[in-house]
């Protein structure tokens, strides 16, 4: 099992940005496929950004330009840096460990008009 903690998440205004980090538990960070997934009120949880042991990345559409996904295997972190925030980016975000499918508490992201 892998332990997630997520941090960054907070109130923002449309146009501005915001760093997620997500700390991972254990030594197999390295190996692992990473992601970040939201969750907006009444909708389904949805896949937002992947990113593989090799560094290879996947992005929603609705994200693609605007959201960047990155790990740092020696801190055993991931990142996601959201830029050009919408209202409609608001939501819960939450980093998932694919190898355990482990999941973290989750970081409230709110984006005002």
């Known amino acids: 099992q892998v332990q997630l903690v997520e941090s960054g998440g907070g109130l923002v205004q449309a146009g501005g940005s915001l760093r997620l980090s997500c700390a991972a538990s254990g030594s197999t960070f390295s190996s692992s496929a990473m992601d970040w997934y939201r969750q907006a009120p009444d909708k389904q949880r949805e896949l937002v950004a992947r990113?593989?042991?090799?560094?290879?990345?996947n992005y929603a559409d609705s994200v693609k330009g605007r959201f960047t996904i990155s790990r740092d295997n020696a801190k055993n972190t991931v990142y996601l840096q959201m830029n050009s925030l919408k209202p409609e980016d608001t939501a819960v975000y939450y980093c998932h460990e694919g190898r355990y499918e482990s999941w973290g508490q989750g970081t409230q992201v709110t984006v005002s008009s």
């Open positions: 990113i593989r042991s090799d560094g290879r990345t």
